[in-house]
């Protein structure tokens, strides 16, 4: 783990891309009902909330560890985010 700030960039930018690309889905698909897609952001914006909470956590003993787990889950909840976007 390079650092703190390029974890929290990463964070960032994976669900930024996440959201941004059912964004893009919605704008192809004006007709379609946006309830499920707009689910997919929700729970986007909690992810982060979420992992950034875990991030700053100071008391945590073994760091290295502890962002290894965080940058694990991370791809566990984007993937899940990913193939949702896909079943629209």
């Given at each position: 783990?390079?650092?703190?700030?390029?974890l929290k960039k990463d964070i960032n930018f994976v669900l930024g891309d996440i959201i941004?690309?059912?964004?893009?889905?919605?704008?192809?698909n004006p007709k379609a009902d946006t309830k499920k897609s707009e689910a997919i952001i929700d729970e986007?914006?909690?992810t982060f909330d979420e992992l950034i909470?875990?991030?700053?956590?100071?008391?945590v003993e073994n760091k290295r560890s502890h962002f290894k787990q965080i940058?694990?889950?991370l791809e566990q909840k984007a993937t899940a985010l990913i193939e949702?976007?896909?079943k629209l």
């Open positions: 783990m390079a650092s703190v700030k390029n941004e690309s059912v964004y893009i889905w919605e704008l192809d986007a914006i909690a909470i875990k991030v700053n956590d100071k008391s940058n694990v889950e949702k976007l896909n």
